[in-house]
């Protein structure tokens, strides 16, 4: 055997630009150099003009299906005067009827009928002659041609049949679609002998067994009465006279597995499963090698694999050591790129090397199919050399374009929007001589090189301005002029656009470009707009009005807004059907009128579709909150609430408590530095233990009055059965006394309990060490314990507890008083671990060993996105007490940020408060383009 197993998501071969069928190579491609903008810009509008490969992949892979029953709306009738065809046709679910045609119907107008009878969509299925069913040679009819074209005549019989392994979107939603796709996939394994692991031929066959059958009845199904007809229900090359026994006592014993399942879920569960055969998605033919031997050849998408008697008996032949085809006689020659000389395939023994592997196929079609997937996965790849190609063409009608999995959910380079986005608004920004914003390009670039689609793009704090926006609105109007004819995946399909902090202040221009891009074909659903400096509502409102699938809206930051202005800006929103969260938070409202202009937004919002409203910072007072609330509909759709910083008091508080009481949808509430008392957490910890409890899943009481009876009331309620409680913050609230009984009791045991953030609680040694616990044992995701005195032996505790945690995902111990050596262990344990996302190690001292073993950690970890760094304090070692020097400090810290390596799943480093200045790790910026490196 030689080559590898041929499993489809595996991928080889060359990388770089891509040039496709259809479009001229430029210049540079045929010398086999790198693209410039030019030879882009020549290939895209070539591609725009002349690209019609895979014209059919697309319309198929656009159409969304529906099914139709028996409508004969606009289906073709018998022509007056013209020969009558009667037609026998017979589906492979065993479906037969009789069609009366006439000879001048083409194939297509047949398949329309016969689907629309059969409810199944028309687009997926072609006719066969029955008496071909198998290969060699294919008789399939060509759609275009009419009956007498295709020398079809009366009495003729058809099969009406998928012609690739698609399985189209919905197709669970119409059971006569589930049972054609599984009669399909069920004759591929079957009758034609698709190559397949015994492991998935008998796993297939005992789903079979289910949808033939029903359940499993053991005094029915006895060993041996499947000895007859076991080769209906498993793969012939699987299948031997020696194993014909065990094949059968295994289906035996996996078909009650299934007994569950009613006739649709078990064919479903057959499509399932089919999809993970290796050889799902080729194109098989028979073949001869050697002496006449017999073969199988399947078109993968990366290479074609050449079976003899097993799936374990193959050859694999990569498409990128392919040179060249042979037409005449029909064989394939596989000439191998950049070797001596290749071992002939399809021997039966071993043959003396040879320049070209021959494989002898049983037709020029064959031969065009293999053509056609090798030129499929130089496109796929990107490759810029010409992939070898037939002598002379083969005609092949549309729909019998080489069709696979793989090519179907990848996406085309150089023939994709986004592609086409980042093409043209780097040339633009080019041309006008301006500093291309490299944030951007990275979220594209990688978008691109993963083949996933861009939904979100953070532009936040770009130096983007109106001239920038107005580029951008600009490239993304172009790529959707492109036709995407073989991009199966719309790859450029924005729903959320950050432009935070790009100083956009009150320009025209700026607000004209985010409007056409609210107004492009994407559906921006969430436009985030802080720190923009906008003073007047004019041009925003005209950009607002322009978002009709607005679901977020987020303008927190903005302290020039002022009440006037956001009341124009809510009168705007109040007219939108789609909003769910408004943010205004940190905006410096201190007018008295604020809150009845907020009052008024909600009376209507919060009934049709407002879910999410932020007022952090705004002093709306007890008066205002309680104007606020009393405005909320009775039917309101609140779930989330923010009225952090708002001077409630005592009283405003209970205001928010008696709202909870009636509400059946709220889930999240924060209340930081409002005043809160115990008092307030009593009633709330007794309402979460009701019987009519609020979903409530985050209560966020920060810099409040709470004390231990306080804390204890509100994690109690996590003893209720049904609590969906998850997140509980009390930072900044003087918790001294011993906590641990209650967490043990009641945080520990929870399964659902995420979230506790007790940063600067002066908790006790015996509270932290419950918490701890918790790491190890519970089920806390996300901790803060920032600024709560550590002794090493708590320290020591935490190390050991990180290195087995799996669920941890973010942990805060800034200014935790880390002894240096307690650090270092530490540090070592956040070696093993696997789940840490977020870690703060802010204001800890670390010796220059510690440094170097958080840099060797780096090296290999591949969980870690956020680290914080903020005013450290750095000795040179671990038992010196002394500090370096600033200038040695700011050494040491360059040094660390050099050691970063590019592929670190790092984004954010924060490096506040050790006197960095940006011009200090500028070179380090530019490496790391996807890391935030925040200085001071």
């Known amino acids: 055997m030689a080559g590898r197993p041929p499993t489809l998501p595996t991928r080889t071969g060359p990388a770089g630009g891509g040039a496709l069928p259809g479009a001229a190579l430029p210049a540079a491609a045929a010398a086999d150099k790198e693209f410039t903008f030019d030879d882009v810009e020549s290939v895209l509008n070539d591609l725009s003009k002349n690209f019609t490969f895979g014209e059919e992949l697309e319309r198929e892979a656009n159409k969304k299906f529906t099914p139709v029953f028996n409508d004969t709306t606009g289906l073709r009738e018998c022509t007056p005067g013209v020969g009558n065809v009667k037609l026998k046709v017979v589906s492979l679910d065993n479906t037969t009827m009789d069609l009366d045609a006439t000879e001048d119907w083409t194939v297509q107008d047949c398949i329309n009928i016969i689907a629309s009878r059969l409810g199944v969509d028309a687009s997926l299925f072609h006719l066969q002659e029955e008496n071909i069913v198998k290969q060699p040679p294919l008789r399939w009819l060509s759609n275009e041609k009419a009956l007498k074209e295709e020398g079809i005549t009366a009495g003729a019989k058809v099969t009406f049949r998928m012609r690739w392994f698609k399985i189209p979107k919905n197709y669970d939603q119409n059971p006569s679609m589930i049972a054609q796709v599984y009669s399909h996939l069920r004759h591929s394994f079957i009758v034609e002998n698709t190559p397949m692991e015994k492991r998935h031929a008998v796993r297939l066959g005992a789903l079979q067994l289910q949808v033939t059958y029903g359940a499993y009845e053991p005094d029915k199904f006895k060993p041996g009465v499947l000895a007859k007809t076991i080769t209906d229900y498993i793969n012939p090359m699987v299948l031997t006279d020696s194993n014909a026994d065990a094949l059968e006592r295994k289906l035996l014993l996996l078909w009650p597995q299934h007994k569950a399942l009613s006739l649709h879920a078990a064919m479903i569960a057959y499509i399932t499963l089919a999809q993970e055969v290796p050889t799902f998605g080729a194109a098989m033919f028979d073949a001869t090698g050697l002496g006449n031997a017999k073969r199988r050849v399947a078109v993968l998408d990366d290479g074609i694999a050449v079976y003899a008697g097993n799936i374990d008996d193959f050859t694999y032949i990569p498409y990128f050591e392919i040179s060249d085809f042979a037409l005449n006689p029909p064989q394939l020659a596989i000439g191998r790129a950049g070797q001596e000389a290749a071992t002939a395939t399809t021997g039966s023994s071993s043959t003396k090397a040879v320049a070209k592997d021959v494989i002898k196929v049983s037709s020029p079609y064959a031969l065009e199919i293999c053509e056609q997937a090798c030129g499929y996965f130089h496109l796929l790849e990107g490759s810029i050399k010409v992939p070898p190609a037939l002598p002379r063409p083969v005609a092949l009608p549309p729909q019998d374009k080489f069709v696979c999995r793989k090519v179907r959910e990848d996406i085309i380079r150089f023939q994709t929007r986004l592609d086409c986005f980042k093409f043209m608004f780097i040339k633009q920004i080019k041309d006008a001589k301006r500093t291309v914003p490299q944030k951007i390009i990275y979220q594209v670039t990688q978008a691109l090189e993963a083949n996933k689609p861009l939904e979100t793009l953070n532009c936040a704090q770009c130096d983007l301005d109106d001239k920038y926006l107005q580029m951008m609105a600009s490239a993304i109007d172009f790529a959707f002029k492109i036709q995407t004819r073989a991009a199966l995946v719309e790859n450029l399909s924005l729903t959320s656009l950050d432009l935070s902090g790009n100083q956009l202040k009150d320009y025209p221009g700026a607000y004209l470009a985010i409007k056409n891009i609210l107004l492009s074909p994407m559906q921006i659903r969430t436009l985030v707009l802080r720190r923009i400096d906008v003073s007047k509502a004019t041009h925003l409102n005209d950009a607002l009005r322009s978002g009709r ?231 806390i995701r996300r901790l803060d314990l920032a600024f709560n005195e550590f002794n090493d032996s708590l320290t020591s505790r935490l190390a050991e507890a990180i290195k087995l945690t ?29 789940s840490i996302k977020d870690l703060q190690l802010n204001g800890l001292r670390f010796s220059e060993g510690s440094l170097s073993k958080l840099s060797e950690v780096l090296q290999t970890n591949r969980t870690l996105v956020i680290l914080g760094l903020c005013e450290l304090d750095i000795s040179s070692h671990d038992l010196l007490p002394g500090s370096l020097s600033q200038a040695d400090t700011i050494t040491r810290l360059v040094s660390f940020i050099k050691a970063v390596p590019f592929a670190t799943s790092l984004r954010r480093i924060d490096l506040r408060e050790n006197k960095l200045m940006p011009v200090a790790i500028a070179e380090e910026n530019a490496r790391l383009p996807h890391v935030q490196l925040v200085v001071n």
């Not at 910083?645 to 409002?674: C, H, Q």
């Open 806 to 834: 799996t669920t941890l995902e973010v942990l805060n111990v800034a200014k935790c008083g880390f002894s240096v050596k307690e650090l270092a262990h530490f540090i070592e344990g956040l070696g093993y671990n696997k």
């Open 549 to 779: 699938f607005l679901e977020v809206v987020n303008l927190a930051q903005n302290q020039n807004l002022n009440p006037q202005t956001l009341t124009e800006i809510m009168k705007t929103l109040d007219k939108s059907r789609t909003l769910t969260t408004f943010n205004i938070g940190y905006c410096n409202m201190r007018d008295a009128g604020f809150a009845t202009a907020v009052a008024d937004f909600v009376k209507r919002a919060a009934a049709e579709s407002l879910t999410s409203l932020n007022l952090e910072t705004a002093k709306i007072g007890t008066s205002g909150v309680q104007q606020i609330i009393a405005a909320m509909p009775v039917n309101n759709r609140m779930a989330e609430l923010d009225f952090s910083e708002g001077e409630l008091g005592p009283k405003g508080a209970s205001a928010v408590l008696k709202f909870l009481e009636k509400s059946t949808t709220m889930r999240k509430i924060r209340l930081v530095d409002n005043h809160v008392t115990d008092k307030f957490c009593s009633r709330l910890g007794k309402l979460l233990i009701s019987d009519h409890a609020p979903p409530m899943q985050s209560i966020d009481l920060a810099l409040n009055e709470i004390t231990k009876s306080g804390a204890t009331a509100l994690l109690n309620s996590l003893r209720k059965d049904g609590s969906k409680l998850q997140e509980v913050i009390l930072s900044g609230n003087v918790i001294s006394a011993n906590m641990s009984k209650v967490i043990s009791m009641c945080v520990l045991p929870s399964l659902t309990f995420t979230t506790l953030y007790v940063r600067a609680c002066t908790l006790s040694k015996s509270s932290l060490s419950a918490i701890i616990d918790c790491i190890g044992k519970g089920n």
